[in-house]
Structures are given as structure tokens and as C-alpha cells.
């Protein structure tokens, strides 16, 4: 089994900045790619920022310049700068992993971020 603990979320001005963290546990022999996605109310889940074990990170358009994502072997971390109050949603952190049970995906349980004065 694997599991993804994010943290880092709360609230914050617009204008601000977030780090959100989110760390990889179990049973696993291989990451093929960690990122994050979020969720606004009454919105479908959309993909923030991701990167491939070896590759560039891919971002979403709507957070280009302003978001970065990076990894350090089993964590992935996405540091947000000059938030606005359409990034408020709740981050998910995702995993793709391969284990005894082959290839899967993993999600975290999710982080609020709010952006608001």
C-alpha cells in the first residue's frame, strides 16, 4: 500500500505565497511521476503542476511563472507565489508508482488552499 500526506496548506492574501508538501510512504520500488492537481467547488479536478522521474515539469497555463514544482526522491513539493483568488481549491497531491501489485495511482487526501483579503 502507498500513501501521500500533503501539508502546507491554509490561508493566505492575495499577493502571497504557500509551499505545500506532500510526502510518499509504503511499499513501493519505483516513482514514475509525482505532481499536484486541485479542486474548486462545484469544479472538476484539474492538473496544477507535474514531473516525470528524469523529466521537466508540466504546468497548467493559468499557473505558469508563478508556481514550481520540485522532488526530492519520495516528496514533491509545489511552491506558489503571487496567488490570486481563483487558485483557492483543495490541492491533491498524485503519485504514479509502480509495487507488488503493479502500476497505480495514489492520491493524497487533499489540502485547502484559500486566497482571500
Known amino acids: 500500500q502507498v500513501q501521500l500526506v500533503e501539508s502546507g496548506g491554509g490561508l493566505v492574501q492575495p499577493g502571497g505565497s504557500l509551499r505545500l508538501s506532500c510526502a510518499a510512504s509504503?511499499?513501493?520500488?519505483?516513482?514514475?511521476?509525482m505532481g499536484w492537481s486541485r479542486q474548486a467547488p462545484g469544479k472538476q479536478r484539474d492538473l496544477v503542476a507535474t514531473?516525470?522521474?528524469?523529466?521537466r515539469p508540466n504546468y497548467a497555463d493559468s499557473v505558469k511563472d508563478r508556481f514550481t514544482i520540485s522532488r526530492d526522491n519520495a516528496k514533491v513539493y509545489l511552491q506558489m507565489n503571487s496567488l490570486k483568488p481563483e487558485d483557492t481549491a483543495v490541492y491533491y497531491c498524485?503519485?504514479?508508482?509502480?509495487?507488488?501489485?503493479?502500476?497505480?495511482?495514489?492520491w493524497g487526501q487533499g489540502t485547502q488552499v484559500t486566497v482571500s483579503s
Open positions: 498524485k503519485a504514479v508508482v509502480w509495487s507488488s501489485r503493479g502500476q497505480g495511482v495514489y
Open positions: 509504503g511499499s513501493f520500488s519505483r516513482i514514475d511521476s
Open positions: 514531473m516525470i522521474s528524469g523529466g
